[in-house]
């Protein structure tokens, strides 16, 4: 029996993921689909008759699909076999690549986030870099999935990256050497009385990760632990139960999410189990314009609770679940856009993002870069239409003095605040006032 496979995914190449199986139904086509399929037949037979080379009927097919999918929306798209077998081994976290998420705007491909660890991150690629042409061909113009593939390769074999950045005039070349990526989804470290967990992507290790950096932390820092920061910033998204036992941890009931799809009946809520694993301590979730997806709804289900102080800037704002549904006779798989995700509140961040409920910019120059050169759900054509606003339209902005260096502004506010202390290089912006400095400590 065919099975459809509910899956939460980044909205991007290379990353999707499955998660329930449920029965497959049958749709029966009707005679009106039969003659607007004539259409198709007359175009294929005039290309096979008069196009300038030769085109197999597999090649027009997929391009076809392809085409009739990705106008739907940014992130509907068809995966054939070797696309279907790669999604599902990065599912597992571990794969063979150079470490990249990206997307497509405009024709280009763009760097959504470098993860950590991997040969992008070592050789300084960043978020929001353009990706113009591999190993010195130009790769504006093919599809996202032509240019991922060439970036594909055989480990310990190198490609050549033409680098576009925002905020420099000219290209630059970056080689790297393609590596077998192991994706350790949560890292964790003590700073101080406090547990600072990064969880970079949500697959199959993260509820294990999180479990042993929280347990860890626990033990080494004692009695005096004051709180946890959660750093979501640049995590793309992943599994759907991921990010569901995520929020889990953190929280001792109500609703987590739910999803909605085209039927009004059609509602999946999902909800916390009495636990709450960091014991009532506070907790901090810093986010940015790279978290995306399933890292949103972890974002929005603490914010709604009130579990949780959100930190940092606007979120992506994708907000859309995909079913990723095999295809008979090993022809692949289709990702369909099938519903929207809502936070406890009710709240659709499709295309609007979870806005923090204190915004931190990293550096003097975020202030314009965040309006100059941000790229959302929202600003990706054919995206689904948003609901409402994000929710936060007044808050406190922080940025650094001007002049001051930081190696990780946004992390040393969040360390300040559960410290109880003052940064002696914020400004600090609270609605209604004047910006004030606070004095040192």
Not at 203 to 232: H, S, Y
Not at 356 to 369: G, H, R, Y
Not at 420 to 441: Q, R, S
Request: net charge negative.
């Amino acid at each position: 029996m065919n099975k459809v496979m509910v899956a939460f995914l980044a909205g991007l190449a290379g990353f999707s993921v499955a998660l329930i199986a449920l029965p497959m139904s049958g749709v029966v086509a009707s005679s009106d689909t039969y003659r607007e399929l004539d259409l198709f037949g007359d175009v294929l037979d005039q290309v096979h008759a008069k196009y300038v080379r030769d085109v197999t009927d597999a090649e027009l097919v997929e391009a076809a699909v392809n085409g009739m999918l990705t106008s739907l929306d940014p992130h509907s798209s068809y995966l054939n076999s070797k696309d279907y077998r790669d999604m599902q081994v990065q599912t597992r976290g571990e794969f063979g690549g150079l470490g990249i998420e990206v997307t497509q705007e405009e024709g280009v491909v763009k760097i959504v986030s470098p993860m950590d660890d991997t040969p992008a991150f070592r050789a300084g690629l960043k978020s929001g870099d353009y990706i113009i042409a591999i190993d010195g061909v130009s790769i504006i113009g093919l599809s996202l999935n032509e240019a991922v593939e060439k970036m594909r390769g055989p480990t310990n074999t190198t490609v050549t990256l033409t680098i576009q950045r925002p905020g420099t005039k000219k290209p630059f070349d970056v080689t790297l050497t393609r590596a077998i990526v192991q994706i350790k989804s949560v890292r964790f470290e003590r700073k101080g009385d406090i547990g600072y967990i990064r969880i970079t992507t949500f697959n199959e290790q993260t509820e294990d990760g999180l479990n042993n950096a929280m347990d860890t932390l626990a033990r080494e820092i004692g009695p005096r632990l004051k709180g946890f920061i959660v750093d979501l910033r640049n995590n793309p998204g992943g599994l759907l139960d991921q990010a569901i036992a995520v929020s889990d941890a953190f929280l001792d009931q109500g609703e987590i999410v739910s999803t909605r799809g085209r039927a009004a009946s059609d509602i999946q809520r999902y909800n916390a189990r009495r636990g709450d694993l960091a014991q009532g301590k506070p907790v901090i979730v810093l986010v940015n314009g790279g978290t995306a997806s399933a890292s949103e709804i972890v974002a929005g289900a603490l914010q709604d609770h009130h579990r949780a102080t959100i930190i940092g800037t606007l979120s992506f704002g994708k907000g859309s679940v995909q079913t990723v549904i095999p295809l008979d006779r090993g022809k692949g798989a289709l990702r369909l856009t099938t519903a929207k995700y809502y936070t406890p509140a009710g709240r659709s961040i499709q295309a609007t993002g979870i806005a923090p409920d204190i915004e931190v910019l990293q550096s003097v120059e975020d202030e314009a870069d965040v309006a100059r050169i941000r790229r959302s759900e929202a600003d990706l054509p054919g995206h689904l239409s948003a609901e409402g606003e994000n929710g936060k339209s007044e808050h406190v902005v922080v940025r650094p003095k001007q002049g001051t260096t930081h190696e990780d502004f946004q992390l040393e506010y969040a360390l300040s605040v559960l410290n109880g202390t003052e940064l002696a290089d914020a400004i600090i912006d609270k609605p209604g006032t004047t910006p004030e400095t606070p004095a040192p400590n």
